[in-house]
């Protein structure tokens, strides 16, 4: 009998942590940004792209307005993939705490072809101008790691941070006062319009082909296959389930013969 008992209080609770599945299914993404070539040369083709569009804008260019390309940072300028591979390592998911941390570290790296973008915008009389949804009190160290890259602009004039909500459209008008925006970059549609923020049973694909010829004339889409709009979708644009509702959400997600 005490055998038994010794038995059953030795066994250890296998309760599933679903936190740690979440940060795990990341994994393959992180790797990929990280360390595989084609990303390499999907930045560097994108930015050529941006280059491409940029000039064909300014032939003949007769605005009134001095010309501009507005840009998002994060996985569009700098590379905060580190943050994800902490997530994963330490067995985490996003939180504000540890993204904050990570932005006042001022260590992201410059992605492939954004700076040569940026200078060659500057060197054809356009101005470079960033808005993020970074936290407007995280400001100095984002200058502080845009200025070690020596990125033009970087420079609280040039940068909008976010204050009051992640919609882009209230800073993005501020700018237009001021500029004629010929080229939007980013890694999510959102970056070029809120039109794509809150996607139906499509997923935004029905919107990108009812604005197919504004993209295509107007927008650089890079690839960030760790996080962004593209998963709110896949929860019905709700953040707010549980990790184990969107890990059941996901698998339901995933096409399969």
Known sequence: ML?????????????????????????GAVLWYQNSAEMQASYLQAYAYGKMILDKHLENYDNELPAAVLLDLDETVLDNSPYEGMLIKSKQTYSSDTWNNWVEMAKAEALPGAADFLNYAKSKGVEVIYISN????????????????????????????KKETSDKTARRA??????????????NLTDFSELFANRGEGMGKDLVLQNKEELLNHFVMLPNPMYGEWEKAIYGNDWSHSDSA????????VKAY
């Not at 009190?137 to 909008?160: C, E, I, R, W, Y």
Request: glycine share 2%; with cysteine.
């Open 3 to 27: 055998a038994s008992w010794s038995c059953q209080n030795n066994t250890k609770s296998t309760k599933p942590n679903y936190k740690e599945d979440l940060s795990a299914q990341i994994e």
């Open 134 to 161: 970074r936290l407007d009190k995280l400001l100095g160290p984002t200058l502080k790691n845009m200025q070690a890259l020596n990125l033009p602009n970087a420079d609280s004039a040039h940068v909008f941070l």
């Open 174 to 187: 501020i700018v237009s006062q001021s500029f004629n925006v010929l080229v939007y970059v980013g890694d």
């Open 246 to 253: 969107k890990l059941a959400i996901r698998l339901n997600s």
